[in-house]
């Protein structure tokens, strides 16, 4: 089995695949833990059927860099989403919903309407569930990739302490001074970056499992913030490396295998703190 | 030590405290008290500075700067399960003072210390936030509040859950703070009794709102 898969590692795209793959974990599941500390939860799966969305828009514009679309349009939508109802919290799982499945329905509408492709079926189902297109980046995916998960990454690390008080209440980091507007608005951009890029990891509609699952994974059983945010990063590491390895070796979906993986994660971490 | 001048709060287009005036004194223990939903939170809120003026002004007066102002909202529902240790907590209370520093130095940890001391919670500095009881909870959100506080702590419903005994602890925790370290004490509370015992003046939000 080893000697396969050092044969496979041999291959570029495997590596490229293992790098994105490591980096999209770490970034989505920092993220993560103030995501579902906030009751934010649903807002990946809203974010990233725009961004499917937004892909098909690329599609039927012909638009050869299509994360020029993409990129602009999840995060317009993250911040609306995010930061626009402040006194009107009750709204916002409607407006995510909302977003959410329409989104969806625009981008399977155009896809089909404006297909160039003999194959639309083939061409959603991967779109969605990210099936091999990990495996097919190129060169220059895996720089972007790796451009912002550095800029995710040092952000967080330097807005830690910040994005730990904004979590925790916001009102009280209101009041001593601290700039919660300006925060949040930098959160639902960081937010955005994620879910696009993990798009491309495990595909539109399985990106919510990459944000919620570690963090609940490290909630079960660490206690402080602190160690379940290092907690998450690393399990969430820990399953998509061993989520792509599996794939690889089994020649099943990228996408759910990770996420399988998390789910096994999240059932020893559930068994072993009750 | 802190003047409204003809102040309205509100949210959208609703307004909740209009054209209200009044002066808070330096050295006060002051009690707001006031059916629901009759704007004492709201009241505090825009004190706190959370909640912008919609019209009229607060001024600080007696050289007051928003800094030495400390403000314990009332809990809410996400952040009792939350995944926290008090010392993360309570040492959040120094963000305002714009740190772009990934760790705290040792004059905030000290300050952080004395006012655990304060509210009688040094024996929970470790512990998870989550797990404490509910009278732990708002001792150290108060602890909290005075790390960022040095004058006025605006306290909404301190007491509101909690057990007769935690209650009296923490009534008598805020006495001390008042009559020791000569704090300015706001509090929005529904319990009178306790208002006409401790309070140096009480403020009956019903007569005002409408």
């Known amino acids: 089995m080893f000697d396969q898969l050092f044969f496979y590692l041999d291959f570029p795209f495997v590596r490229y695949a293992i790098i994105v793959g490591t980096l999209i974990s770490l970034c989505s599941s920092l993220l993560g833990v103030t995501l579902v500390l906030k009751r934010y939860s649903y807002i990946g799966d809203g974010l990233s059927h725009v961004a499917f969305g937004a892909l098909a828009i690329a599609a039927v514009l012909k638009v050869t860099n299509n994360m020029l679309i993409i990129l602009p349009v999840t995060i317009a939508v993250a911040i609306l989403l995010l930061c626009g109802g402040k006194d009107a919290r009750i709204k916002g799982d409607a407006a995510i919903a909302m977003v959410s499945a329409g989104a969806l329905a625009i981008g399977y509408l155009l896809m089909n309407i404006f297909s160039s492709s003999a194959n639309v079926a083939g061409d959603v189902c991967t779109t969605l569930f990210g099936s091999m297109s990990i495996l097919t980046l190129k060169p220059t995916d895996v720089y972007l990739c790796v451009a912002l998960s550095i800029v995710v990454l040092v952000t967080f690390v330097l807005f830690y302490h910040k994005i730990f ?12 001074g601290v700039n919660v507007t300006l925060f949040n608005l930098l959160i639902a951009i960081i937010i955005a970056v994620i879910i696009v890029l993990a798009m491309n990891l495990v595909g539109a509609l399985l990106v919510s499992a990459l944000v919620v699952f570690p963090a609940l994974s490290a909630m079960r059983i660490f206690k402080s913030f602190f160690s379940v945010t290092v907690a998450a990063a690393v399990i969430s590491v820990i399953c998509s490396l061993a989520g792509i390895l599996v794939a690889i070796l089994a020649g099943t979906p990228v996408g759910s295998t990770i996420v399988a993986m998390d789910i096994v994660a999240f059932l020893i971490c559930f068994i072993t703190s009750s | 030590m802190i003047k409204c001048h003809n102040l309205t709060l509100g949210y959208g287009s609703k307004n909740i405290v209009n054209s209200f005036n009044y002066e808070i004194n330096s050295g006060e223990y002051l009690c707001i008290i006031g059916r629901n939903g009759c704007g004492k939170t709201t ?91 509910g009278g732990q909870k708002q001792r150290v959100l108060l602890a909290r509040a005075l790390c960022a506080a040095e004058r006025l702590l605006l306290l909404d419903e301190p007491v509101t859950g909690l057990d007769p005994e935690s209650s009296q602890n923490m009534y008598n925790i805020i006495k001390d703070l008042h009559e020791q370290k000569k704090m300015t004490i706001v509090m929005v509370s529904h319990d009178v009794e306790a208002a006409k015992k401790y309070a140096t003046r009480i403020l009956n939000f019903n007569e005002i709102a409408q």
């Open chain 2, 43 to 133: 009241f505090l809120r825009g004190l706190a500075g959370v909640l912008r003026p919609k019209a009229g002004r607060i001024e600080l007066r007696d050289n007051l700067r928003r800094n030495q102002i400390g403000y314990l909202p009332q809990i809410t529902i996400a952040q009792k399960d939350f995944p926290a240790s008090v010392e993360e907590i309570v040492l959040s209370a120094f963000q305002g003072k714009s740190l772009l520093l990934p760790f705290y130095g040792k004059a905030l940890r000290k300050r952080a210390d004395e006012c655990l001391e304060l509210t009688h919670a040094t024996n929970l500095r470790k512990e998870s936030f989550r797990e404490l009881s």
């Open chain 1, 165 to 176: 008080a904004i979590t925790f209440d916001e009102n009280f980091a209101r009041a001593t």
